[in-house]
């Protein structure tokens, strides 16, 4: 359909440029050479655990024990490309479970060195806490970490061992990306959900194996950061994730979340949802974006043969394919309706949450599009943003509620009007969906000198940045020596919080300040910085009652408040 093909264009201008960054989500976190700790560690007897599949054998780190790449499913290669995950072919022996595995294929970006193109990559990892060696027979909660951005990474980037020391199981989990885990065709089981069964299939590994590494099956934290935490979104109100897991965690998640034209980069259009495309678009982004492999057949099969046929190399070298499928499809098996729509209505798994954003979101792709490569966002690039987002009428309400004379720059402001409009408005969005039905327990992660991990050049003020808040619940050799004392007690509050709720439903550790659920009547949201923990108005600290009060005049999608 020619008049959906421009805006995708724009959308892959994009994924180039702003949304590199949720592919550094992983980077930082290690080298691709050696993700995660490793340079201390040794095998030693009683690290072989016998899994489902057969024995696998892992290595010492300090008090914990680590297992490294793991498979869940078999190798999607061939006529398993673009299909469901099936299931391991057991093997004979003591598998190596000491070294990283294969990432799934992805492409280097410019701020993140990593490539791949193996396709036998479904593996996770596994580090155990120390009390799995102490007490053998009490089982401990299990943590399931699905990484950021869909289209970069890999699950062995995480360290898992500072989540492990406050006593939970750590899996971390590959999933295919971009154009492997979302391509979608006529007639295709499970087009644009690849990835999503991939995490599944990851979670059901879960369940069957935990027992075997000192876990609880029976008490299972799905947790997620960005586009990972969307896909918990998605495991939520996908009927075959039932009873897979028990507690749910979205770090910056784009679940309930629009987008406004232009809120990331010039040219690139609005979306009425960030993560969710209907199956029809994700099979006429495939369309378009395999139209120069010489696949296309009137015939989806053939077109399909075509494509598994294809050398992994040969569909990476599409500029912008990988970027071009960060969104998951519905209307199928695993997502039968949009997500947004099934969080509103009470059609999801019924599960505590614990949910939240940064307070800075959006400094991170404005301070990415402009000044860390050189170009500077002047007051007329501020107008012309808003006006792209806006209108011309409404532009002029923005900017008299959001002057440029109230920021240090029209960059900060920019980044402060989509922070506030579409992140803080989505987050508070879900977290009011859930909330009708389910324990939610909601942040806001509010240290604006939290370490920069990224190698980005200039001195934009990036705030507390999206995913700002993740190397203080899993170690982070970037960020970690930079960390002052006040945001290494941070850090082992909201470890502790994390691992609390993990085990009980409920983020309430032991010397922490009290955090009490969030409720349609009383949205408490607790901020967390250095030197401060508590209540925070998120409502008014974002600004929400203009944009609430305004989103009439823009035809705008409605919060359930």
């Given at each position: 359909?020619?008049?959906?093909?421009?805006?995708?264009?724009?959308?892959?201008?994009?994924?180039?440029?702003?949304?590199?960054?949720?592919?550094?989500?992983?980077?930082?976190?290690?080298?691709?050479?050696?993700?995660?700790?490793?340079?201390?560690?040794?095998?030693?007897?009683?690290?072989?655990?016998?899994?489902?599949?057969?024995?696998?054998?892992?290595?010492?780190?300090?008090?914990?024990?680590?297992?490294?790449?793991?498979?869940?499913?078999?190798?999607?290669?061939g006529r398993h490309r673009w299909a469901p995950p099936r299931p391991v072919q057991p093997w004979?022996?003591?598998?190596?479970?000491?070294?990283?595995?294969?990432?799934?294929?992805?492409?280097?970006?410019?701020?993140?060195?990593?490539?791949?193109?193996?396709?036998?990559?479904?593996?996770?990892?596994?580090?155990?806490?120390?009390?799995?060696?102490?007490?053998?027979?009490?089982?401990?909660?299990?943590?399931?970490?699905?990484?950021?951005?869909?289209?970069?990474?890999?699950?062995?980037?995480?360290?898992?061992?500072?989540?492990?020391?406050?006593?939970?199981?750590?899996?971390?989990?590959?999933?295919?990306?971009?154009?492997?885990?979302?391509?979608?065709?006529?007639?295709?089981?499970?087009?644009?959900?690849?990835?999503?069964?991939?995490?599944?299939?990851?979670?059901?590994?879960?369940?069957?194996?935990?027992?075997?590494?000192?876990?609880?099956?029976?008490?299972?934290?799905?947790?997620?950061?960005?586009?990972?935490?969307?896909?918990?979104?998605?495991?939520?109100?996908?009927?075959?994730?039932?009873?897979?897991?028990?507690?749910?965690?979205?770090?910056?998640?784009?679940?309930?979340?629009?987008?406004?034209?232009?809120?990331?980069?010039?040219?690139?259009?609005?979306?009425?949802?960030?993560?969710?495309?209907?199956?029809?678009?994700?099979?006429?982004?495939?369309?378009?974006?395999?139209?120069?492999?010489?696949?296309?057949?009137?015939?989806?099969?053939?077109?399909?043969?075509?494509?598994?046929?294809?050398?992994?190399?040969?569909?990476?070298?599409?500029?912008?394919?990988?970027?071009?499928?960060?969104?998951?499809?519905?209307?199928?098996?695993?997502?039968?309706?949009?997500?947004?729509?099934?969080?509103?209505?009470?059609?999801?798994?019924?599960?505590?949450?614990?949910?939240?954003?940064?307070?800075?979101?959006?400094?991170?792709?404005?301070?990415?599009?402009?000044?860390?490569?050189?170009?500077?966002?002047?007051?007329?690039?501020?107008?012309?943003?808003?006006?792209?987002?806006?209108?011309?009428?409404?532009?002029?309400?923005?900017?008299?509620?959001?002057?440029?004379?109230?920021?240090?720059?029209?960059?900060?402001?920019?980044?402060?009007?989509?922070?506030?409009?579409?992140?803080?408005?989505?987050?508070?969005?879900?977290?009011?969906?859930?909330?009708?039905?389910?324990?939610?327990?909601?942040?806001?992660?509010?240290?604006?000198?939290?370490?920069?991990?990224?190698?980005?050049?200039?001195?934009?003020?990036?705030?507390?940045?999206?995913?700002?808040?993740?190397?203080?619940?899993?170690?982070?050799?970037?960020?970690?020596?930079?960390?002052?004392?006040?945001?290494?007690?941070?850090?082992?509050?909201?470890?502790?919080?994390?691992?609390?709720?993990?085990?009980?439903?409920?983020?309430?550790?032991?010397?922490?300040?009290?955090?009490?659920?969030?409720?349609?009547?009383?949205?408490?949201t607790q901020s967390l910085a250095p030197h401060r923990i508590g209540p925070v108005d998120y409502?008014?600290?974002?600004?929400?009652?203009?944009?609430?009060?305004?989103?009439?005049?823009?035809?705008?999608?409605?919060?359930?408040?």
């Amino acid at each position: 359909m020619i008049h959906r093909r421009t805006p995708h264009r724009a959308a892959f201008a994009l994924t180039a440029t702003a949304l590199t960054f949720t592919a550094l989500l992983s980077a930082p976190l290690a080298s691709a050479a050696n993700p995660g700790p490793g340079a201390e560690e040794t095998p030693r007897t009683g690290d072989t655990v016998r899994t489902d599949a057969g024995l696998v054998r892992g290595a010492r780190s300090g008090a914990h024990r680590v297992f490294r790449g793991i498979p869940y499913a078999g190798a999607p290669k061939g006529r398993h490309r673009w299909a469901p995950p099936r299931p391991v072919q057991p093997w004979k022996g003591v598998r190596d479970a000491t070294k990283p595995g294969p990432l799934c294929p992805q492409v280097p970006s410019a701020y993140a060195q990593i490539s791949s193109t193996e396709e036998d990559c479904l593996v996770l990892n596994v580090t155990t806490p120390p009390a799995a060696d102490r007490h053998p027979r009490r089982a401990a909660p299990v943590l399931v970490w699905i990484h950021g951005d869909g289209s970069v990474g890999g699950g062995g980037f995480f360290d898992g061992r500072r989540p492990a020391e406050r006593g939970l199981v750590v899996v971390t989990v590959n999933y295919r990306l971009g154009v492997f885990g979302g391509l979608a065709l006529p007639g295709l089981p499970g087009s644009g959900t690849f990835g999503l069964q991939d995490q599944r299939a990851a979670l059901t590994w879960v369940r069957n194996n935990a027992r075997a590494f000192g876990g609880d099956p029976g008490n299972v934290t799905v947790a997620g950061v960005s586009f990972g935490a969307s896909a918990v979104a998605g495991h939520l109100t996908s009927p075959a994730s039932k009873g897979l897991f028990h507690r749910a965690v979205m770090a910056s998640g784009e679940a309930v979340m629009d987008m406004p034209a232009g809120a990331m980069g010039p040219g690139v259009p609005g979306y009425p949802w960030y993560v969710w495309r209907a199956g029809r678009e994700m099979e006429d982004i495939t369309t378009e974006m395999t139209s120069t492999l010489g696949c296309r057949d009137r015939r989806p099969q053939r077109t399909l043969a075509c494509l598994r046929a294809l050398p992994v190399k040969t569909i990476l070298k599409v500029p912008h394919i990988m970027n071009a499928f960060q969104a998951f499809g519905y209307g199928n098996a695993t997502l039968p309706e949009l997500p947004p729509k099934a969080l509103r209505a009470g059609r999801f798994h019924r599960v505590p949450v614990l949910s939240g954003a940064t307070l800075d979101e959006h400094r991170t792709f404005v301070g990415m599009l402009y000044d860390a490569v050189g170009r500077k966002f002047t007051e007329a690039d501020y107008g012309r943003a808003l006006r792209t987002a806006f209108g011309w009428r409404f532009a002029k309400r923005v900017r008299a509620e959001y002057p440029t004379d109230a920021f240090p720059s029209p960059a900060l402001a920019w980044a402060t009007v989509i922070t506030d409009r579409m992140w803080a408005r989505g987050t508070q969005a879900q977290h009011d969906s859930l909330a009708r039905y389910v324990p939610v327990y909601a942040y806001e992660f509010a240290d604006r000198d939290a370490p920069m991990f990224l190698p980005l050049p200039g001195d934009f003020d990036f705030g507390a940045f999206h995913a700002g808040d993740i190397p203080y619940l899993f170690e982070d050799e970037t960020a970690e020596p930079r960390f002052t004392p006040a945001q290494r007690c941070l850090s082992a509050t909201m470890s502790g919080y994390w691992a609390a709720f993990a085990r009980t439903g409920t983020p309430s550790a032991a010397g922490a300040p009290a955090w009490p659920p969030y409720t349609p009547h009383l949205p408490y949201t607790q901020s967390l910085a250095p030197h401060r923990i508590g209540p925070v108005d998120y409502y008014r600290e974002h600004n929400l009652a203009f944009w609430e009060a305004t989103r009439a005049v823009r035809g705008e999608i409605t919060s359930p408040r």
